[in-house]
């Protein structure tokens, strides 16, 4: 077979060898997230599927999921139904939803191709641009996090839509034009971030076809810009306004944060850190790249793209990689036509630097993606672990049980895996008992609620510990609850007991046998003396005290300190009401009610007697205990 009769089939063949390559390449590195469970805000997506997918198969409740999320306004029904046929056609298979990422990062990689391809006629380039845009370290997140497949699915629908309208411009085929335009528009029903992409084929007209159309350009783009306007209106029309978070604001981090962070971003793994003296630096590469290069309109078409798609990345409350995936495709462009320009250089010299930059890359973005991706695969690991090991104790639980655990992995790696949906996650892993009740907490949580369904877990080194000896400690101290022994009490007949006053307390002295002060403002509070109560036996504060005030119902708080707690937290508190009416009362405050833990020893309190300027008096502070003793950690009561 002669050169010409294989340069024949390569052209006629070439687009599905490189789509097969790509395809080959992609699924070799991100092959490794597919035996993980679900992560973050993707529980909270399936569980919530769990509940809704019955009634939207009625046709009901359509509305609550198609433009709605966590109170939240959004307009994403192409992405909810994505969602919904995953679920439809993979259940709570997590391995499902990893493919279906996996199969929208290929494409778009292909989709990259195609359209360097089109615009810079060089197939070393465009196989260029998409290998780098396929190994881009950066990409990890969005491919490996089902919940990002919206950035997926918003990348897909853009370069579908740049590809025909590139494809229209060059082959006046108006179904080229029409599949842009509804290509646009699901892009923009997936992701509002995508309505800067007319900007996109404004920029594609005046580099490409301005000197042969001029203002004829204005027919095709006219439309295109219309949608953005139109596409505002519906969401005024369907929400009242534009939607999205509610407390959103632009460039909330600022500028040059802004532009520091995802010049970092598209720079690794080249740069392993960045500041502003980095940052100049390497803007005076990206300057002097653009001086060498400037006659490729492919280079200054992937720099639009970078730009036009990341400023709506400003508007999010957070900066993060999976941001800069759409805004990345014009990376992977530039630097397709900076490939692609030294190829057609007949020195071999410059194909030889060509071929060396290309090498840089891919070895520097494959290195880093493995990392990254084996990141990604160990938090899913760990999640499935999770689960995976308590249906291994328990396949099943009686309705309303309670779920308690700890040292539950929250970050692995940099990675946040549960973000707070740790019950949703046990929600899909017991999906017939949706009454399961889970809470995540550094220690076990001292409570007498149902303790004949409460289980306690430990996860440590990926395997689940149950521990009943902590639901056994609980039963017998809730067997002594009707105990109410005095441990500590502090009578101030002749002296303040070691309590002293701590803020916006006046007067501060021995009167009648009580404690007086004067409360001058309305966070007025006062600290007691070292004690030393284990927790497992604390019964009740009882607080003898006296208020007047002009309002009638004041509020007090017990703050306590734990051995082993640098200070007073604010959310470590019990609050009380106060009657402000001039006469004695004991209050009574419960401590546990689900915020002492077991192990702990309380050896300090402070005591906030009310909440706005008021004359006090205190008797006694008593503290109770529901223990005799305790023996082995079981509290014994007769």
Known sequence: MNST????????????????????????????????????????????????????????????????????????????????????????????????????????????FLLVVRIARSRWGAFAAALSFALHPLHAESVAWISDCVDLLAAFFCLLSVVYFVLYRQKSKRRYYAIALISFALAALTKESTLSLPAIFLVYDLLFTWRVLRWNTLQAQLPIWCMVPGYVAVRFLLFGRFGGYADQSFLRFGWPLFVQYYTFVFAKPLLSDIDFSVLEVSLVVVALVIIVFRNSKTLWLGLAWMVVLLIPAGSANYVAPRLAYIPSIGLAITQGAVIGVLFTKRAGVW????????????????????????????????????????????????????????????????????????????????RDNPSLWVQVADKFPIVADRLEQSYFFEYRHREMIEHPEVRQMLLERKRCLDVALPTIEWDFMRDDQGWEPWSQLADWSIRDGALVMRAEGNDPFMGGPAMDVPALSFGEMEISMRVRADLLTLQGEVYWLVAGQPDFAPDIKVPFLVQADGEFHTYRVDLANGKLFVGDHVIQLRLDPVDTPADIAIKTIRVTSHCTKLDRNLCQCK
Not at 66 to 76: A, E, H, I, S
Request: aromatic share 18%.
């Open 351 to 430: 194909r030889g630097f060509a071929i060396s930059l290309w090498a840089l890359l891919t070895i520097a973005y494959g290195f880093a993606l493995v990392a990254r991706v084996d990141d990604w695969a160990a938090a899913g690991s760990i999640t499935r672990a999770v689960v995976e090991k308590t249906r291994a104790l328990y396949p099943t639980f009686a309705p309303e049980a309670r779920l308690y655990f700890v040292n539950t992995p929250q970050y692995v790696r940099g990675i946040d895996i549960y973000a707070g949906n740790l019950p949703f996650a046990f929600r899909i892993a017991y």
């Open 5 to 112: 009769r294989l340069r024949a089939i390569w052209e006629a063949h070439s687009n599905l060898v490189c789509f097969i390559g790509l395809t080959v390449i992609v699924f070799a590195f991100y092959q490794p997230i597919l035996g993980g469970f679900f992560l973050s805000d993707d529980n909270f997506f399936v569980a919530r599927l769990l509940d809704f997918a019955p009634s939207l198969l009625r046709g009901e409740k359509l509305e609550d999921w198609f433009f709605g999320f966590n109170g939240n306004v959004f307009l994403r029904p192409v992405l909810q139904g994505l969602f919904l046929i995953n679920f439809m056609t993979r259940d709570t298979n997590a391995s499902g939803y990893y493919l279906m990422n996996i199969v929208l990062h290929t494409l778009n990689v292909f989709l990259v």
